[in-house]
């Protein structure tokens, strides 16, 4: 850790798993029991383990997505079924008003 501050000032995001670490380390008889608060602090820093999780989360849809294309879906009916196309607070250009003027 290097100063302990974040880019606003104040504490950095990741202080708090930097404190319980360094409490752990320091009253440790061996390095290994603090394990578990180095991996929370090495995480908050990295987020290895999100990142990890999200390529796993996005290549399973793709999967699907393949999968389901050579059944012969639409790709308009496999994007709609996998991500928000629209929440409907705008109107897209051309398309028609529920209310008549």
């Not at 404190?19 to 008889?29: G, I, L, R």
């Not at 393949?66 to 496999?78: F, I, M, N, P």
Request: a neutral charge; one cysteine or more; aromatic letters at 8%.
């Amino acid at each position: 850790m290097a100063s302990g501050f974040g880019y606003t000032g104040g504490r950095s995001r990741c202080f708090a798993y930097w404190q319980e670490f360094s409490k752990c380390y320091s009253q440790a008889d061996a390095p290994s029991q603090c394990r578990v608060q180095a991996d929370d602090y090495l995480e908050c820093l990295h987020h290895t383990k999100e990142i990890e999780r999200a390529k796993a989360i996005r290549a399973e849809f793709i999967k699907q997505a393949e999968h389901q294309a050579k059944e012969g879906r639409k790709v308009a009916d496999l994007l709609a079924d996998g991500v928000i196309v629209s929440v409907g607070n705008k109107q897209r250009d051309g398309a028609p008003d529920d209310k008549e003027q």
